[in-house]
C-alpha cells in the first residue's frame, strides 16, 4: 500500500503562506501543515485551520528565525542581545551538549511552544521542527520527552530516498542530514511515536516544483511516505532567498499530481489517520 502524506511548513509565518495552506488543501493535494505558533500570522493561520477541519495540523517548533515563545531573559542562552534564536551557531550547540543550564532553557522554550498550540484547541496531528533543528541530538532527546508529555503521536524523521529521486531526476550533493534523521526515526518509533518511512523534499527544498512533485508520486514507493513543501501565494518578510514559493503552491494545485494520485492507488493521509 502506497500513503502519501503531503505537508506545508512554515504555517503561520505570514498571511501569504497561510492562504496558500488553505487553497492547496481545499482544492489541491496537500493533507497537513504544521503550525508556527509564534509567527506573525499565527492567529489567522489559526482561523483558517478551525475552518478546515479536514487539514491536519501539527506543531512546527520553531528555534530559528520567528521569535520565541519565552521572554529572552528566561533563554538567555538561546538568544541573542537582541532577543533573537542563535541555536545554530557552534557555541550554543555545544552548550546544549555540556550545560543542563541550557538544556533547561530548551526544555522550558519547547515546553511553551505546546502550550501555544495547545491554546488554540486544534488537534496535535504531528511534530516537527523549522529547518530540522531536531537533527541535533539533544534537541530531538528534549523534543520527545516534552512531546510525549504534551500528547505527540507522530513526528518527522527526515529520512530521504534519494534512490526514487534518481529514476527521475539526478540528485547531487551529500546528504548530511541521513544518519542522524535515522537516529531520530529510531528513538521516536521506540517509544511508539509514529514516523513515516521516508520523507521527499530535502534535495529540492524550496524547488518541490510540479513536475518534481509529479515525478515522487509517480515512482512513490510502498510504505508511508511523508512530501513536504512551502507554499506562499507571494513573498514575505521572512522568505528564504531562492524559494520558489509559489511554484511549489501550484504544485500542490496541479491536476495532474492529483491524476496519479487517483492512477497509483496511493492514498492520501494525515499523521491521525496512520
Do not use: C
Not at 196 to 209: C, E, I, K, Q, Y
Amino acid at each position: 500500500m502506497k500513503t502519501a502524506i503531503i505537508t506545508a511548513d512554515d504555517f503561520g509565518v505570514s498571511i501569504e503562506v497561510n492562504a496558500a495552506v488553505e487553497q492547496a488543501h481545499r482544492e489541491g493535494v496537500l493533507t497537513v501543515t504544521s503550525l508556527m505558533v509564534t509567527g506573525v500570522g499565527a492567529a489567522d493561520a489559526v482561523e483558517r485551520a478551525r475552518r478546515t477541519p479536514t487539514l491536519g495540523v501539527g506543531l512546527h517548533v520553531a528555534l530559528a528565525e520567528t521569535p520565541p515563545a519565552l521572554p529572552p531573559a528566561q533563554i538567555p542562552d538561546l538568544v541573542d542581545a537582541h532577543g533573537k534564536f542563535r541555536i545554530e551557531s557552534l557555541p550554543v550547540a555545544l552548550k546544549l551538549v555540556g550545560l543542563k543550564s541550557v538544556r533547561r532553557q530548551l526544555e522550558a522554550e519547547i515546553e511553551a511552544q505546546f502550550a501555544l498550540f495547545e491554546a488554540t484547541g486544534l488537534p496535535l496531528d504531528h511534530v516537527n521542527t523549522h529547518k530540522h533543528m531536531h537533527m541535533h541530538p539533544v534537541i530531538a532527546g528534549v523534543l520527545l520527552d516534552v512531546g510525549l508529555r504534551h500528547g505527540m503521536t507522530a513526528m518527522r524523521a527526515p529520512i530521504e530516498d534519494r534512490t526514487t529521486l534518481a529514476k527521475f531526476e539526478p540528485v547531487s550533493g551529500i546528504d548530511i542530514a541521513r544518519p542522524f534523521a535515522k537516529l531520530v526515526q529510531v528513538a521516536a518509533r521506540k517509544r511508539g511515536v509514529k514516523v513515516p518511512d521516508r520523507v521527499f523534499g530535502l534535495a529540492w527544498s524550496g524547488a518541490m516544483h510540479a513536475e518534481r512533485l509529479r515525478g515522487v508520486l509517480a515512482h512513490l514507493p510502498e510504505g508511508v511516505s511523508e512530501i513536504y513543501l512551502h507554499p506562499a501565494t507571494g513573498p514575505y518578510p521572512l522568505s528564504a532567498p531562492g524559494y520558489q514559493y509559489e511554484a511549489e503552491f501550484a504544485a500542490l494545485l496541479d491536476s495532474s499530481a492529483r491524476a496519479i494520485v487517483a492512477e497509483r492507488g496511493i492514498t492520501l493521509a494525515r499523521f491521525a489517520d496512520l
